[in-house]
């Protein structure tokens, strides 16, 4: 086998309350990519879709995380583990963007991913999910200039996923029930480098006292199943009360769509995309209805998506 | 039935990451209580023991609690609720202390959790769980001018719980394995108070996402029973730097004890009393002779215990 086709999912990442450290994947939007093995070690990026990201693969989401498997394969260590390859490789990426950049879910990881993943699949499968982890944040390093693996830790593992550490990893895959998504992505802007400079580097002991509280809340209420103890624990009381400012529309959608039987949510990763859960797909239907409605009487241009928790993240389909 | 005796256990809260949310009943160290219902609306306190604890009720952390459920008793909500009682009562408590005033052990949870229980089962259980910790509190806020839950919860629960919330009450128990736990009571005083008063009020906001990251790995891993992942988790980096200052040999107790196998622990409540956890029984035991060893050396007069999880909480014995 030399080419492979790989979905990607879409991510939400900072949970609500669990900024950083929560991320979850969707059935919707995804990437679609296709890798091709070279018989030279190098990178190769083919945008199939209008959307400007660079070509040049150190520069680019999905090439970095490829070059830096490159270099492990052609470094010591594989060699001591019995992986080095006996041939010289390289990958040709073609991708297929669905995933709007900027969108708030997780375009930049679900290329990452979608790259390390599918090279791995023509290579045999010889490195773990952590070390595809590893070569992927490369790619978020390009991306935003922050190693955060909150996108593609559940990108790469589907579900709810907890990132307790990113130096050293330490990855707990959350159980989840099958929840709904609905998801609106206004047509603004919102740079991630941005949205991190506006948090306040201090905060109250009260307040993250508070936040923690959440946060164990809402694990133990996947965990448990229990719908009422999840919707109690999507609060967050310090950054979306900063970052909401940067979205039009916020508190109104989100107060609306709880109305209508949301059982929370909130920003997706630093906007401007908002996320809802619903038990139940008639509810997350409501509530896609309410987004559009506010969107389109602010007359802001919007997408829309009424998914499901992917369960299963990137995904060979060919 | 006019008099019942109830066996309340002793307390770990402020369980390491979980500061103010997460708590634990043990077996061991527990107190005596018996209550004896009187035909008058009146506490009386008994204390068999050589504690200079109040004997005026409403100063005292078992009459305080007794006397908000005797006002509720005659107030209109339960008049309402059809549980007001045909006769007037009060309740006449003896407490014999085990648990040591200032051990960090919940020596006033348990006193207050103890009464209500007893009170309740009197009057035939009339009044839910969460009714007794709102009781209970009364004792709290007695004893240390704050109303916090995170003794009284395990205390009458048993178990590991989580308050998410006090104000409303938002109780979560946490399926835990059966962990045993090893403390020890060094013979200093480290008031309530005092320890309250050293905290920062504004913490790094990168301190807490790892505090929150913790927490979650914390409550995954007492409900997947994944030890590994509960010793990761047991890491504080907020509250702990400042207060093991108050407790001599802190750190070398810590490490010591976490080299012979134990999966983690720190200060209990407010300290000064240290608990580790452990998978088995004899690296609790090991745990215990490095905590005598370390006072011995100190110079410190000190109380061990080595015990496990309390599943039940306040128990009826006769």
Chains 1, 2 share one sequence.
């Not at 996923?161 to 989840?176: E, G, V």
Request: glycine share 10%; proline share 6%.
């Amino acid at each position: 086998m030399n080419k492979v086709t790989v979905q990607c999912p879409g991510t939400v990442a900072n949970l609500v309350c669990g900024f950083d450290i929560l991320g979850m994947a969707l059935d919707a939007p995804f990437d679609i990519m296709e890798v091709r093995l070279l018989d030279e070690p190098r990178v190769v990026i083919i945008s199939k879709d209008g959307f400007p990201l660079p070509s040049d693969p150190a520069q680019n989401t999905a090439g970095a995380p490829l070059l830096e498997m490159l270099a492990e394969l052609n470094g010591d260590a594989l060699a001591t583990a019995g992986r080095r390859l006996s041939r010289p490789v390289g990958f040709e990426v073609s991708i297929t963007k669905k995933i709007k950049p900027g969108s708030g879910l997780g375009s930049s990881a679900a290329s990452a991913a979608g790259a390390v993943v599918a090279a791995n699949h023509l290579l045999g499968n010889i490195f773990s999910k952590e070390d595809l982890i590893r070569f992927a944040l490369f790619g978020e390093k390009v991306a935003s200039g922050v190693k955060h693996a909150d996108n593609i830790t559940p990108c790469i593992y589907g579900g709810v996923t907890l990132i307790r550490s990113i130096f050293p990893l330490d990855i707990i895959p959350i159980p989840a029930p099958p929840l709904h998504v609905t998801v609106v992505h206004p047509q603004i802007e919102v740079r991630t480098s941005d949205a991190r400079q506006i948090l306040r580097k201090q905060v109250l002991l009260k307040d993250a006292i508070r936040q923690w509280g959440n946060v164990a809340g809402l694990v133990a209420g996947f965990m448990l199943q229990d719908f009422d103890l999840i919707g109690r624990s999507l609060e967050d009381v310090i950054i979306e009360p900063i970052r909401s400012m940067l979205i039009p529309g916020f508190d109104a959608i989100k107060q609306c769509c709880k109305e209508a039987g949301a059982l929370g949510g909130g920003i997706s990763g630093s906007g401007p995309s908002i996320f809802m859960l619903s038990k139940d797909e008639s509810t997350a239907r409501k509530v896609e209805d309410i987004m559009k409605d506010i969107y389109t009487r602010i007359g802001l241009d919007h997408h829309t998506y009424v998914t499901t928790i992917n369960q299963q993240g990137v995904k060979v389909i060919a």
